[in-house]
C-alpha cells in the first residue's frame, strides 16, 4: 500500500553525523575499536531515496550496504541512482521495520536517521529489535530522535499548525496554510505569552523544504524523547549508551554529578541546552567502555579546523570564525594555537598528536581540546577525509562528478556534507576539474563555454577565487 512517502518525495541528504566514520571515531574515543570502514557492513533503516547512505557506498567499494524502507517510490529512486553510480555493493529491501529482518546477518554501523521520532511504538520496538539482532558484537548504532525538554516549545508549533491545517487532504495545500498560517504568527505572537524561542523557530520552519514541512512538522506521529527515555528504551533491547554524533555541549549545568552518573548528566545537560534532537549511538550492553575522553585517545586521531583568525586585539584576544557563521573569541594562549595550526591545514587534516600542547599539565591539555571538540571548533576523525587544497592540476571527486553528469545540482563534498551547487558556472568548473588540466587550460576551457563577455572579464582571479571555494567545501581530491 503507498504511504505518505510514496505521495510526497522526502528530500534525504548525505548527513555527517550519521557516517560510520563519526560513529567510528565517536566508538574510539569510548575505547571500543569497530569495523574498519574499508571492509564493513552497513545497514541504513528508513534510508528513504538514499541520500546518505549512497554516497558512503561510493566512497568505500569494499564494504557492503543495505537500505531498507516500506516506501517503494523512494526506494526506485535509490535504486535509480545507485545504479547509474555503477555500484555493486549496495542493495535496498522493501520491508516493514515492525517485522523487517535478515537471518544469519551482522551489520558493524546501523543507521536510523530522522525515523524513530515519527513512527508508531510498534515500529520504534522494531527499529531497537533490528539493532539488537543485527549489530556485530562490537557494531554501533545510530539513532536519531526529537528531544525533550527543547522540543516542548517545537510541539507548541506542531500542534498550532496541525489544528490549523486539520481537514486539509492535499499536501502541497496544505503545507502553504501552514506556511502561510506560520508567517502571520511571527507577526502576531507577543513576547509576554510567548518566549522568543517560538518565533525563532517559526522562521526556521519557513525556512525548510516544504516536504520537510509535510512530513516532519505536519505529522501526525512526532514524538519526542528525553534521553534517559530514549536510554532505558534501548537498555530493554540489550543495548547502551555510547555516545552522541553530535557532541553535547555541557555547559552551564546547575547541578554537579559524579562520573558514575554520566545518564544524570547528560539529562541534565540537555536541561541546561533546552536540546531538541540527539543523535544517540548504542552498543552492546556488557561491553566496557572508557568513562571519559583519554588524552592519548584523542592524539591518535587526525584533526582539522575550520576556524578562520581576525587579527589578534591588543589584550590578545582573538576571534576566529568557524562553520555556519558561528565564530568564538578567546584569549587562552593554548586554545588559539591549537584553532592556528588545525585551521591553517584546512580543508586537510593534521595529525592530533602535531597539535602544540605544552605538555606540561595532560588534564589542563585534556580539557582545553575537548572544549573546542565540544563546541565543533575541533574536528577528530580515526580517517582523514581523501581531501586537497588547490593544486596545480585540481581534481574534484569522482562522486561529485558523476552527481553532476547525471544532472544533479546538490553534490556530496568529501566530508560527506551537502553542498549546492545552483550556479550553472560552478558546475561547468567542476565538470572540467578531472586532474588532467592545469589552470591555464581550465580557463580556457571555461572561456570557451562562456557566451557572455561579462562572464570572462577577469577570469584568471575568479577562477583562483572559485578553486579555493571549491577546497574549502572538501569538493576537490587532488
Ligand atoms: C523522514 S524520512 C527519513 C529518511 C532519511 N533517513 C533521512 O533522514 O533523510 C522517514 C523514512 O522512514 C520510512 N519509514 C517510515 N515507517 C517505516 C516502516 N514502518 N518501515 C520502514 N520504513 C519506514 C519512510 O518511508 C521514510 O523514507
Known amino acids: 500500500m503507498p504511504t505518505k512517502y510514496d505521495q510526497v518525495l522526502y528530500p534525504t541528504s548525505p548527513?555527517?553525523?550519521?557516517?560510520?566514520?563519526?560513529?567510528?571515531?565517536?566508538?574510539?574515543?569510548?575505547g571500543l575499536e569497530t569495523a574498519p570502514l574499508g571492509a564493513c557492513r552497513v545497514l541504513e533503516l528508513g534510508c528513504g531515496d538514499g541520500g546518505n547512505v549512497i554516497p558512503i557506498a561510493w566512497d568505500?567499494?569494499?564494504?557492503?550496504?543495505?537500505?531498507?524502507?516500506?516506501?517503494?517510490?523512494?526506494l526506485a529512486?535509490?535504486?535509480?541512482?545507485?545504479?547509474?553510480?555503477?555500484?555493486?555493493?549496495?542493495?535496498?529491501q522493501q520491508g516493514d521495520l515492525t517485522t523487517w529482518s535478515a537471518p544469519g546477518s551482522e551489520f558493524d554501523y546501523i543507521l536510523v536517521h530522522g525515523v524513530f521520532s515519527w513512527v508508531p511504538p510498534a515500529v520504534r520496538a522494531g527499529i531497537l529489535r533490528i539493532c539488537q539482532q543485527h549489530l556485530a558484537p562490537q557494531g554501533v548504532a545510530f539513532i536519531s530522535y526529537n528531544s525533550l525538554p527543547g522540543c516542548y516549545f517545537r510541539k507548541f508549533i506542531w500542534d498550532m499548525l496541525r489544528f490549523h491545517t486539520r481537514g486539509i487532504d492535499d499536501p502541497e495545500e496544505k503545507v502553504a496554510s501552514a506556511r502561510e498560517f506560520a508567517e502571520k504568527a511571527i507577526g502576531a505572537l507577543d513576547d509576554k505569552g510567548h518566549p522568543g524561542v517560538i518565533r525563532s523557530e517559526l522562521k526556521e520552519l519557513l525556512e525548510r523544504h516544504e516536504s520537510v514541512v509535510f512530513h516532519d512538522d505536519l505529522a501526525g506521529i512526532n514524538e519526542p524523547f528525553y534521553v534517559e527515555e530514549f536510554t532505558a528504551l534501548a537498555q530493554q533491547h540489550g543495548l547502551q549508551y555510547l555516545g552522541d554524533a553530535d557532541p553535547v555541549r555541557e555547559h552551564g549545568l546547575p547541578y554537579q554529578v559524579s562520573t558514575e552518573d554520566r545518564g544524570k548528566e547528560r539529562q541534565y545537560a540537555d536541561f541546561a541546552t533546552a536540546r531538541r534532537f540527539r543523535e544517540?549511538?548504542?552498543?552492546?550492553?556488557?561491553?566496557?567502555?572508557?568513562?571519559?575522553?583519554?588524552?592519548?585517545?584523542l592524539l591518535n586521531l587526525w584533526v582539522s579546523s575550520k576556524a578562520a583568525p581576525a587579527p589578534e586585539q591588543e589584550d590578545g584576544t582573538q576571534t576566529f570564525t568557524l562553520a555556519q557563521d558561528r565564530s568564538l573569541s578567546t584569549n587562552h594562549p593554548v586554545a588559539k594555537a591549537l584553532l592556528l595550526a588545525a585551521g591553517k591545514a584546512w580543508p586537510e587534516m593534521i595529525r592530533a598528536n602535531s597539535l602544540?600542547?605544552?605538555?606540561?599539565d595532560p588534564a589542563a591539555d585534556l580539557d582545553c581540546v575537548v572544549r573546542l571538540m565540544m563546541t565543533g571548533a575541533l574536528e577528530f576523525r580515526l580517517e582523514p577525509p581523501h581531501v586537497n587544497g588547490v593544486s596545480a592540476r585540481p581534481c574534484a571527486s569522482g562522486l561529485v562528478r558523476a552527481q553532476l553528469a547525471l544532472g544533479k545540482h546538490d553534490v556530496t563534498?568529501?566530508?560527506?556534507?551537502?553542498?549546492?551547487?545552483?550556479?550553472?558556472?560552478?558546475?561547468?568548473?567542476?565538470?572540467?576539474?578531472d586532474g588532467t588540466r592545469d589552470h591555464t587550460e581550465i580557463a580556457a576551457a571555461l572561456v570557451e563555454c562562456m557566451d557572455s563577455p561579462n562572464l570572462r572579464e577577469g577570469l584568471p582571479e575568479k577562477l583562483e577565487t572559485s578553486l579555493r571555494m571549491l577546497a574549502n567545501l572538501s569538493l576537490l581530491t587532488a
Open 356 to 360: 602544540p600542547l605544552p605538555g606540561l
Open 15 to 30: 548527513r555527517k553525523e550519521a557516517h560510520p566514520e563519526r560513529l567510528a571515531t565517536i566508538a574510539h574515543l569510548a
Open 77 to 92: 529512486a535509490a535504486r535509480k541512482f545507485s545504479e547509474q553510480l555503477g555500484l555493486s555493493n549496495i542493495e535496498f
Open 60 to 74: 568505500y567499494p569494499g564494504s557492503r550496504f543495505v537500505g531498507v524502507d516500506l516506501a517503494e517510490l523512494p
Open 280 to 297: 544517540t549511538l548504542l552498543c552492546r550492553e556488557g561491553l566496557a567502555l572508557a568513562p571519559s575522553i583519554e588524552l592519548p585517545r
Open 413 to 433: 563534498s568529501q566530508r560527506h556534507c551537502f553542498v549546492n551547487l545552483g550556479d550553472e558556472m560552478a558546475r561547468r568548473l567542476v565538470a572540467l576539474l
